[in-house]
């Protein structure tokens, strides 16, 4: 199975800042790596897929970029509407792991 | 407009059984695979199954195989869970999601989520 080990777990931020966040993988798998947000009470929705490419909608704040088996997700300018919780999924092999999910809160 | 409404979550016994759906609308659902992904109250997402736009490959997570079915209405745009067995350890919100194998098959669009408790 494919680990995916995401960091950090929990993280706080002001708006304007700009945060990463990082999923590494257990073994090389491509670029099938999805970052997805959830509000609280909230469905997920997906902000990034193939590792790199902005979903419809996603404001342009929001970046991916990957090297090797570490994937990023970076967020600058920080709105209050990007306060929330982060995952990461891989879709290369099953099971289609998530990371363990990054809780962005306001500082 | 893409949208995905599931349904029949509620409260089961251990050892009971229960069937979820998930009706969609807003695009051509033959054409996609679907999954299920599940989430425990205040836990991570938890990939459940994934079944192919014509229900000729289907796959389960470890925890959930021989327990659960999936299976799709192509013809009535409707998706289903069928639990069986049920676990306190099944608890939580499901949510059906749509796969894009166009884009390395991330799930681009997600229902609101059912909630099913599994608690004697």
């Known amino acids: 199975d494919i680990q995916m080990t995401q960091s950090p777990s929990s993280l706080s931020a002001s708006v304007g800042d700009t945060v990463t966040i990082t999923c590494r993988a257990s073994?090389?798998?491509?670029?099938?790596l999805h970052w997805y947000q959830q509000r609280p009470g909230k469905a997920p929705k997906l902000l990034i897929y193939?590792?790199?490419n902005l979903h419809t909608g996603v404001p342009g704040r929001f970046s991916g970029s990957v090297s090797g088996t570490d994937f990023t997700l970076t967020i600058r300018n920080l709105q209050t509407e990007d306060f929330g919780n982060y995952y990461c999924q891989q879709r290369y092999r099953l099971p289609y792991s998530f990371g363990q999910g990054t809780k962005l809160e306001i500082k | 407009e893409v949208l995905l409404v599931e349904s029949g979550g509620t409260l089961v016994k251990p050892g009971g059984s229960l069937r979820l759906s998930c009706a969609a609308s807003g695009f051509t659902f033959s054409s996609y695979s679907m999954n299920w992904v599940r989430q425990a109250p205040g836990k991570g997402l938890d990939w459940v199954s994934s079944?192919?736009?014509?229900?000729?490959?289907?796959y389960y997570a470890d925890s959930v195989k021989g327990r659960f079915t999936v299976s799709r209405d192509n013809a009535n745009n409707s998706l289903y869970l069928e639990m069986s067995n049920l676990r306190v350890e099944d608890t939580g919100i499901y949510y059906c999601?749509?796969?894009?194998?166009?884009?390395?098959?991330?799930?681009?669009?997600w229902g609101q989520g059912t909630l099913v408790t599994v608690s004697s």
């Open positions: 073994q090389t798998m491509s670029s099938y």
């Open positions: 079944i192919s736009s014509s229900s000729a490959y289907i």
């Open positions: 193939a590792a790199v």
């Open positions: 999601a749509r796969i894009n194998f166009e884009t390395a098959s991330p799930s681009d669009y």
